[in-house]
Each structure stands twice: as structure tokens, then as C-alpha cells.
């Protein structure tokens, strides 16, 4: 039985980080069309500084639509960076015979955020013949390289299920 050939998930989006990164404004435009792509994300207007295998990090400014009642900015803004760090870590890291899906996500935060904030992420994930989970960290900085928040996501990896022929046998 012959399955077709698989792309990782963000194969499509690696090739246009690929092409636009190196043009003016280029890391920009692939921010806001990964923004587009993840509606949920694009609200917190994450810039994408470095995509490649297994490594993410990513950039958030600090402005009025991601800050809470503390003027510092929003829990759940800093977990949806940590969660696109690692998420797109993860996904790049992935062998094109291997499925995942995250099943848990926590953040624990050490400090108020203000400022500018980059979340960094790297992972080398196991190779995978049955069902497993895996750990991916994410670390937001500020500005003063103090990390503010750590991201945890738990990924069920798995291999990918042979593809049904729809030929008679």
C-alpha cells in the first residue's frame, strides 16, 4: 500500500519564512500573514525573529490591547506567545512520519511583563514509533533579559497512520 507523501504542517509556512525573511519588511509581512493564518494569535501581534528546525523566537510589543487591569500585560497574551514559540518549534522539528497535537498547556509567570518581551523555544523531539508525549519549555524575556514567564506544552506525538487506498483490494 503506497501512502502519499506527507508535509510537515508548516512546511508551507518554513518555505515563505525562507523567502520573505531575507527581503525588507519580509519578517513583518510573514508575521502578519501567520497572524492571518492563526486568527486566535494574530490578536497579540507577534513578530517572528528566527523560524528554523526545532528553534522559534518570537517578538511581542507591549501596547494597550494586550495589557490588563495591572498595566502589565495579560496573562493569557504571554501564554499565546509562549504557546506560538513552542507550538512553531515543535512543528519544525517534526519528521515528516510524525503527528502531534498539543494535549496541555501551562504557564507559570515570575513577574509583572511591561515592555517589549521575546519568548524563545528549541527542541529536539524523540523518534517516535507509538504514542508519546513530549515536552516543549518556551521562556519569555523583557527587555532586561529577565525571564517574566514560562510556557510548557504538552505534545501527544505519534506516527502517522498509513493512508487507506481507496483502490478495492
Known sequence: MNSPTRENPIARLQTLWQRLQPLPGGAWLFSRLLGWFIPYTGTIGARVVILKHGVAQIQMRDRRRVRNHLNSIHALALAN?????????????????????????????????????????????????????????????????????????????????????????
Open 81 to 169: 506567545l509562549g504557546e506560538l514559540a513552542s507550538g512553531l518549534a515543535m512543528l519544525g522539528a517534526l519528521s515528516p512520519d510524525t503527528r502531534g497535537i498539543p494535549t496541555r498547556l501551562t504557564t507559570e509567570y515570575f513577574k509583572k511583563a511591561r515592555g517589549p518581551l521575546v519568548a524563545d523555544s528549541h527542541c529536539t523531539p524523540p523518534s517516535v514509533t507509538e504514542d508519546t508525549d513530549f515536552e516543549v519549555y518556551a521562556e519569555i524575556h523583557d527587555a532586561q533579559g529577565e525571564v517574566v514567564a514560562r510556557t510548557t506544552v504538552t505534545w501527544r506525538l505519534g506516527p502517522v497512520p498509513e493512508a487507506v487506498s481507496d483502490k478495492p483490494a
